[in-house]
């Protein structure tokens, strides 16, 4: 079982940026696509990012585009999420994922493994 633990949220000031990290137990890392989720107070968990086994994919959702970059270092067992241009709407809960398949899936049902999920608020 993969057990993941995110790190790197913090209170940011809109146009700011963060470093979200998370950290996996499995060694197999290698073997899943890791995706970023987050849920806003009275919201449901949405997609942020996804990025393959490899790292040679990546799959954003629209409005983070162009701000966020999601990374991975198979070395160290851990992905990132690199968060520029922070804006109010951007504050959630994140969440990172473990997924197997050779589809970028942005459905959280189709990932098998959650963080605990880091605090992140961006204030205007």
């Known amino acids: 079982q993969v057990q993941l633990v995110e790190s790197g949220g913090g209170l940011v000031q809109a146009g700011g940026s963060l470093r979200l990290s998370c950290a996996a137990s499995e060694h197999t890392f290698s073997n899943y696509n890791m995706g970023w989720f987050r849920q806003a107070p009275g919201k449901e968990r949405e997609f942020v990012a996804v990025?393959?086994?490899?790292?040679?994919?990546?799959d954003y959702t629209d409005s983070v585009k162009g701000r966020f970059t999601i990374s991975r270092d198979n070395a160290k067992n851990t992905v990132y999420l690199e968060m520029n241009n922070l804006k109010p709407e951007d504050t959630a809960v994140y969440y990172c994922a473990a997924a197997t398949g050779s589809l970028l899936w942005r459905g959280t049902s189709f990932y098998h493994y959650w963080g605990q999920g880091t605090q992140v608020t961006v204030s205007s």
């Open positions: 990025i393959s086994q490899s790292g040679g994919t990546t």
